[in-house]
């Protein structure tokens, strides 16, 4: 950042990181970047059929829509009106939405104004709807002797519960014996299968405009300074001498087979 005195010429600047993350929130604090929207949910999961509570807060107020949406395409959308501060609003969750490719995203754009010489401004905003059925997990309980030796036959008694509802009729289990030692070679990391299988998918909707691009029409007028050597004169003399250019066009041409 810059800021210059006109009056003195005195100048100063400012470095400073806005980050790049669309969905960081701006990290948990109360700042709030110039094309992004702040969305903040009231609970940190749902399940499929509730309504979703989502605090909407842009850098400046405006008018946009409010969307849900998934890889297949938008599920519901509202238009909205956000005054300085923010505001809230319902997002309905219908209970055959029962995916994990979930996200809401706010779109919310500020008019230009003529006399303020000011630009059209939109802010984006996308967070992920976590949806959480307790159901479908099963929780698994081993049971081991104290002490084994080798070259014998281990048994290990697999127990299966669930928090709500009853088991499924039929379970596979696949059971591993890994020694710790060869796994921590890699740090590697045993994966959570709820995780992998109910977890959050990647947003597959890609998003472009030019609004980014606008310049404010405000400031002094750019002067554009170069070198010019003698070629360069030489060859701008031959293109200051040329004739005006011609063309002749006709819309229709017949040929013979």
């Given at each position: 950042?810059?800021?210059?005195?006109?009056?003195?010429?005195?100048?100063?600047?400012?470095?400073?990181?806005?980050?790049?993350?669309?969905?960081?929130?701006?990290?948990?604090?109360?700042?709030?970047?110039?094309?992004?929207?702040?969305?903040?949910?009231?609970?940190?999961?749902?399940?499929?059929?509730?309504?979703?509570?989502?605090?909407?807060?842009?850098?400046?107020?405006?008018?946009?829509?409010?969307?849900?949406?998934?890889?297949?395409?938008?599920?519901?959308?509202?238009?909205?009106?956000?005054?300085?501060?923010?505001?809230?609003?319902?997002?309905?969750?219908?209970?055959?939405?029962?995916?994990?490719?979930?996200?809401?995203?706010?779109?919310?754009?500020?008019?230009?104004?003529?006399?303020?010489?000011?630009?059209?401004?939109?802010?984006?905003?996308?967070?992920?709807?976590?949806?959480?059925?307790?159901?479908?997990?099963?929780?698994?309980?081993?049971?081991t002797p104290e002490r084994m030796r080798p070259n014998q036959t281990l048994t290990v008694k697999v127990k299966a519960s669930m928090k709500e509802g009853e088991l499924p009729k039929s379970i596979n289990v696949l059971l591993s014996a890994v020694d710790s030692g060869v796994l921590n070679i890699t740090n590697f990391v045993t994966p959570d299968p709820y995780e992998a299988f109910f977890g959050r998918k990647r947003y597959s909707v890609d998003q472009?405009?030019?609004?980014?691009?606008?310049?404010?029409?405000?400031?002094?007028?750019?002067?554009?300074?170069?070198?010019?050597?003698?070629?360069?004169?030489?060859?701008?003399?031959?293109?200051?001498?040329?004739?005006?250019?011609?063309?002749?066009?006709?819309?229709?041409?017949?040929?013979?087979?």
């Open positions: 950042m810059k800021l210059k005195i006109l009056a003195t010429g005195v100048t100063s600047s400012l470095r400073f990181w806005a980050g790049y993350s669309w969905q960081d929130n701006t990290d948990g604090t109360g700042a709030l970047r110039p094309d992004q929207v702040k969305l903040k949910l009231d609970k940190p999961a749902y399940r499929p059929g509730e309504k979703v509570k989502v605090n909407v807060e842009a850098p400046t107020a405006g008018k946009g829509y409010l969307m849900l949406e998934s890889s297949d395409g938008p599920l519901w959308w509202k238009e909205i009106e956000v005054p300085v501060g923010g505001a809230d609003f319902e997002v309905p969750v219908n209970e055959e939405w029962n995916r994990h490719d979930l996200y809401i995203s706010a779109l919310v754009v500020r008019p230009g104004d003529k006399t303020l010489q000011a630009t059209p401004k939109r802010a984006v905003g996308l967070l992920h709807l976590p949806l959480v059925d307790i159901n479908r997990k099963i929780f698994l309980a081993l049971s472009m405009d030019i609004y980014g691009q606008l310049i404010e029409g405000q400031g002094k007028t750019a002067k554009l300074s170069f070198a010019v050597t003698v070629k360069t004169m030489r060859c701008l003399a031959v293109v200051r001498n040329r004739l005006p250019w011609s063309k002749l066009w006709r819309s229709r041409h017949y040929l013979s087979c």
